[in-house]
T-cell receptor
Framework: DAGVIQSPRHEVTEMGQEVTLRCKPISGHDYLFWYRQTMMRGLELLIYFNNNVPIDDSGMPEDRFSAKMPNASFSTLKIQPSEPRDSAVYFC??????????????FGSGTQLSVL | KQEVTQIPAALSVPEGENLVLNCSFTDSAIYNLQWFRQDPGKGLTSLLLIQSSQREQTSGRLNASLDKSSGRSTLYIAASQPGDSATYLCAVRGNAGNMLTFGGGTRLMVKP
């Protein structure tokens, strides 16, 4: 398996623009997580899904952020409108609740977002 | 609210040394604990996962221990190598939900 795939790797946009980050989890994984990493706040969980259903979105900073998982192989995180303080690395991760590697979290390479 | 702390924030050692990274957490009611490695500009790689009922896990030169009652975990790296240079993060999962709380990480540099 190719692992968790995120796109784009880098995104530079202007304040007020819409940003969409994409994630393809590992095939067969039933959990998907979106994290944000900054120097000041470290890694923060934004939202996670189980079997494509959002379970906890309490980490989503505000209504400008939304996430969807239309099927088991694809998820998006959207920011509209974007602001400079949204600049961070956004990670997608997935895990499987069964098997020998149960609950080990596998991360994508991240999307480096810069909002000017 | 669970808080996870890693001390020191940075560590520099000569190659070949055995070293210990520390992780402490405030709420001992955890489901499991994971240690991750992060290389610059990359995502996190899970190194070891310890269930709450376990006391340690080993993988090659790495050994992670868990003392739930005292809210502590250590990651022991034997015979360190320059390739071990990275940031190491620990994360705990509570008993409710499937959410990890991460520590701030320890940035390790192993000098040749």
């Amino acid at each position: 398996d190719a692992g968790v795939i995120q796109s784009p790797r880098h995104e530079v946009t202007e304040m007020g623009q819409e940003v969409t980050l994409r994630c393809k989890p590992i095939s067969g994984h039933d959990y998907l997580f979106w994290y944000r990493q900054t120097m000041m706040r470290g890694l923060e969980l934004l939202i996670y899904f189980n079997n494509n259903v959002p379970i906890d979105d309490s980490g989503m900073p505000e209504d400008r952020f939304s996430a969807k998982m239309p099927n088991a192989s694809f998820s998006t995180l959207k920011i509209q409108p974007s602001e400079p303080r949204d600049s961070a690395v956004y990670f997608c991760a997935s895990s499987f609740s069964g098997g020998r590697a149960r609950e080990k979290l596998f991360f994508g390479s991240g999307t480096q977002l810069s909002v000017l | 609210k669970q808080e996870v702390t890693q001390i020191p924030a940075a560590l520099s050692v000569p190659e070949g040394e055995n070293l210990v990274l520390n992780c402490s957490f405030t709420d001992s009611a955890i489901y499991n604990l994971q240690w991750f490695r992060q290389d610059p500009g990359k995502g996190l790689t899970s190194l070891l996962l310890i269930q709450s009922s376990q006391r340690e896990q080993t993988s090659g030169r790495l050994n992670a221990s868990l003392d739930k009652s005292s809210g502590r975990s250590t990651l022991y790296i034997a015979a360190s190598q320059p390739g071990d240079s990275a940031t190491y993060l620990c994360a705990v999962r509570g008993n409710a939900g499937n959410m990890l709380t991460f520590g701030g990480g320890t940035r390790l540099m192993v000098k040749p």
